[in-house]
Every structure is written in structure tokens, then in C-alpha cells.
């Protein structure tokens, strides 16, 4: 499995994700303001592995800092570098909490590795309770890239996926491209190709076509932040699949850990969405691919809980009601 995330006792390594498929390039965060840059470029990035990075990035401001104020300061940018994902403010708070200053780094840095450590050993159980859901011959949408780059390795909708290859379910994956930042053909293509799991790579608009045509048998996606009530935030587009798989009588899945559960939004309306900047869309691989036009460029939509059939997390599949199982989980 690939390692992308090194923590160097006093900087971090991360695999820069821009560069991939072509090039695997590790960079080094020794300070907040690089892993800042970082965070925002997407070098890094999906939920689960921005709670992980959220952590030690409270080990990196700690010491970097000369006061408490300085700590606290650049700490509060790390949690706001992308506002979507709750892991990354769960990883940040998770790390502040066992410490009893900024001073306390060695406590600090043991909370940040179980952070991690604990995160791939959630993966696999995610990828053992979801397993139960593939057929012994399967055909499975996914969107995004919620794999081994997206977490702390392993994945969650893709540790579904990998889990069931390895009990030797003949699986076959429907990879959606992910426009505009494509993180389905250059991420999760790359992980599936690279453990020999068979793959096709579609566009995002020929989901509606292969579900209409009776090609897929399920769709999981990953989840950057689920409302107490089951609505999901996820990659721009996810709302549009989950649309089609009811249409379609195709169960749509979301497979999480439960530090992607925000206590403090009640239904989706409660999530902030991340706009990025226009020139996501306007460019590909640097190049210019439309005219000038303004573009808009919402990196998230929430799927109301109505069309999700169920959410696979390490401690289950919650099932509807989901306001009444959701809190059941997290007690
Ligand atoms: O903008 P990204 O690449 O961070 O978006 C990632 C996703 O939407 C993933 O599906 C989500 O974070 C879950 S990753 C296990």
C-alpha cells in the first residue's frame, strides 16, 4: 500500500497528489505555511486524510511557535484551509484536546500517529462491512478518489472495493473521471491499476448511460461530511449519481468513518460547500480548454439522505431512519 503521508518526527513527507499519475514526487511540510499551500492545492487531500494532516499539523505548529497566541493562530488557518471536509477540523481538534499546551509536543505527536495508525485499521473494517454488499461477480460505480491517497491508506469507498478483490469477488470498476480536477483518472484509476483490479474509466456523463443499460449493480462513493440527519457533502457530482441510481433501482452507498459525522449540522442545508477558483475549469493539465466565460466551481453537493440506500462505516452499515441509527452509532 502506498505510504503518502511520512511523519519525519519534526516535518512532514507528503506525496504531492497534483503530479500523479505521471510523476510520484514527495514534498516537505517543515512549516504551517507550506502545509497551508499544500492543503489548498489539493497536494493533499480527500476527508479522511485531511484529519490526518490536520493532526500533525498541530505537531508542526507547535514547533514552529514561540507562544500559546502564535500556536492557536496558525493552528485556526490549518482547520480552515478547506471548510467541507469535518475531518480536518476533527483531526486538529482530536490533537489539541490531549495536550495540555502547545509545549506538550511528544503527547502531541503519539495523538497524531494513532490518529493515523487508527484511521487504515478503520479502512479495513469499513472494507469488511461493505464486502457483505458485493455479489461474487459485481460491476461497481465509484466517484472521486476515496482510496489509500484520499485516507490514511487502504481507503473507504475504495477498501470496500479492495477488500472484496482480495476475497477474490470478480469486481469490476466504474471510474468516473471527476471533472474538473479529475481525481477519478488520475488517482483512483492509478490505485485500482496499480493493485490489478479491473477498471474502466468513464466520463461523468456516462454514468446516467451504463446505470440506464444495466451495467452497474452499485455505486459507493466516499463522504467529505455527513449531516446527523444521513445528507451527505461529496465531490461535485455525487448528488447527480445518487439522482440516477434511484431512478435506475441501483443501491447508492456511502462508505465513511465516523469522525466524517459532523454533530453540529443537523441536515445538509447546515454544510459549507468549498467554491474553488475558476481557472479549475477553465484549464486542463494547464491548458485551456474554453473560451472566455466566467465558470463556476463547487467542489462539493450533498445527496439528501432519501437517496442514499445506506452508509458503510468501521462499526457497521446504518441503514434509515437515519437520525434515530446515525445517533445510535455515535453514542
Ligand atoms: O476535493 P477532494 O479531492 O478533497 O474531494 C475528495 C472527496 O470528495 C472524497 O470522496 C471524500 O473526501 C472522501 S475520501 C475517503
Redesign the pocket.
Known amino acids: 500500500m502506498i505510504e503518502h503521508i511520512k511523519f519525519c518526527g519534526d516535518h512532514l513527507k507528503i506525496l504531492d497528489q497534483t503530479l500523479l499519475p505521471h510523476e510520484k514526487k514527495y514534498i516537505e511540510c517543515r512549516n504551517t505555511g507550506t502545509l497551508i499551500e499544500a492543503i489548498k492545492s489539493?497536494r493533499i487531500?480527500?476527508?479522511?486524510?485531511?484529519g490526518i494532516i490536520g493532526a500533525y499539523g498541530v505537531v508542526i505548529a507547535a514547533l514552529e511557535s514561540k507562544t500559546e497566541k502564535e500556536f492557536m493562530e496558525k493552528v485556526e488557518k490549518i482547520k480552515n484551509a478547506?471548510p467541507t471536509?469535518v475531518n480536518l477540523s476533527w483531526g486538529v481538534e482530536n490533537v489539541l484536546n490531549s495536550a495540555d499546551s502547545f509545549k506538550s509536543i511528544g503527547k502531541m505527536i503519539d495523538t497524531a500517529k494513532s490518529i493515523h495508525e487508527e484511521d487504515i485499521q478503520k479502512n479495513k473494517k469499513i472494507g469488511k462491512n461493505g464486502a457483505k454488499l458485493i455479489k461474487k461477480r459485481f460491476r461497481v460505480l465509484t466517484?472521486?478518489?476515496?482510496g489509500a491517497l484520499?485516507?490514511g491508506g487502504y481507503?473507504?469507498?475504495l477498501g470496500v472495493i479492495r477488500t472484496a478483490f482480495e476475497k477474490n469477488k470478480k469486481i469490476e470498476v466504474f471510474v468516473d473521471e471527476t471533472r474538473p480536477?479529475c481525481?477519478g483518472s488520475r488517482l483512483t484509476a492509478w490505485e485500482l491499476k496499480e493493485e490489478n483490479i479491473p477498471c474502466t474509466l468513464i466520463t461523468d456523463s456516462t454514468a446516467g448511460f451504463l446505470m440506464q443499460k444495466r451495467k452497474i449493480d452499485i455505486v459507493i462513493?466516499?463522504?467529505?461530511r455527513i449531516a446527523m440527519n444521513g445528507d451527505t457533502a461529496?465531490?461535485i457530482g455525487t448528488y447527480s449519481l445518487s439522482v440516477l441510481a434511484k431512478e435506475n433501482n441501483i443501491p447508492f452507498y456511502i462508505a465513511?468513518p465516523l469522525s466524517t459525522f459532523d454533530r453540529n449540522s443537523k441536515t445538509g442545508n447546515d454544510i459549507l460547500i468549498e467554491y474553488r477558483d475558476e481557472e479549475e475549469v477553465l484549464y486542463l493539465y494547464g491548458k485551456k480548454v474554453a473560451t472566455d466565460v466566467p465558470a463556476l466551481n463547487p467542489?462539493?453537493d450533498i445527496t439528501p439522505n432519501k437517496y442514499i440506500t445506506g452508509i458503510i462505516t468501521e462499526k457497521g452499515i446504518i441503514s434509515p431512519p437515519y437520525e434515530k441509527n446515525i445517533k445510535e452509532i455515535l453514542k
Do not use: E, I, M, V
Open positions: 489539493l487531500r480527500g476527508a479522511p486524510a485531511l478547506r471536509a466517484h472521486c478518489n476515496a484520499a485516507t481507503g473507504t469507498a480536477l481525481q462513493t466516499g463522504a467529505d461529496n465531490k465513511a467542489a462539493f
